[in-house]
């Protein structure tokens, strides 16, 4: 096994001072305030980094630009569902069936005009919900 194995191999062994320490000797930020698994997972990707070199700057720049928007990786992965006007969401929930018509930049649920899937969601639960998800229109949905 290689050194640089063994130095990965090394961290599921160590506490989480000792992954600190690690840090300290590879990197002169602080390493953040988060579980040990994740600090592992840090120490690895930076050990991965000094060894084979960090992300090309065209990729670090939009991974940054994508934070700053406050995008979560399902959305990299998943475009957004484009509704046409005139298609219709059906959901069935709490044994009634919903029934949601697309219109141009809004919705029509019971009679109402709407700006949001998520404002239909919230009125039929009561509670705060994705509406794409609650509609089914993600991939976690």
Known sequence: MSRFKQD????????PTQLRERWAEIDKRQLPNVPPKLMRSLVAYRLQERRHGGLPKLVRRELMRL???????????????????????????????????????????????????????????????????????TANG
Do not use: C
């Not at 990965?8 to 506490?15: F, I, Q, T």
């Not at 959901?91 to 919705?107: C, D, K």
């Open 8 to 15: 990965l191999a090394a961290l599921d062994d160590m506490s």
């Open 67 to 137: 934070a700053a928007e406050g995008r979560g990786s399902a959305d990299i992965r998943k475009p957004k569902t484009k509704l046409s006007a005139g298609a219709r969401l059906i959901r069935e929930w709490n044994g009634q069936t919903i029934s949601v018509e697309v219109l141009e930049g809004r919705f029509r649920y019971a009679d109402k005009t709407w700006n949001s899937l998520s404002e239909i969601a919230r009125h039929i639960t009561g509670t705060q919900w994705s509406g794409p998800r609650f509609f089914g229109l």
